[in-house]
């Protein structure tokens, strides 16, 4: 992935992760804001309680996805500050597996010292 001469980052790929999106903004307000950047492939928004606030955004190019994170990354929008990430799912799932160890032990530590 070399691009103009210089080399990208590994972490920078097509799909963005974006945080911190008002719960009200629209796929169609996001297509907009991104779609500033390049064409956008998909945006997928979450909405499970867990997931509100959040959006993934796939671009055609990388060179796009590039230039929209660098720009948007603390965007005010909305009267919010976005966050955008470069989307990495084997950091998600490692972190996911971190945190059910975590869980595991701090189970066996209540057992241990007889805590509900």
Known sequence: MSS??????????????VKNLSYNVS?????????????VRQVRQGIANNTKGTAFVVYEDVMDAKTACDALNGYNFQNRYLVVLYHQPEKMAKAQNDLAERQQNLENLKRQHGID
């Not at 210089?6 to 992760?17: D, S």
């Not at 996001?30 to 064409?39: A, D, Q, R, Y």
């Open 27 to 39: 796929a169609e307000e996001l297509f907009e804001l991104f779609g500033k950047f390049g064409p």
């Open 4 to 17: 103009r001469g210089g080399k990208l980052a590994p972490e920078v790929n097509r799909a963005l992760f």
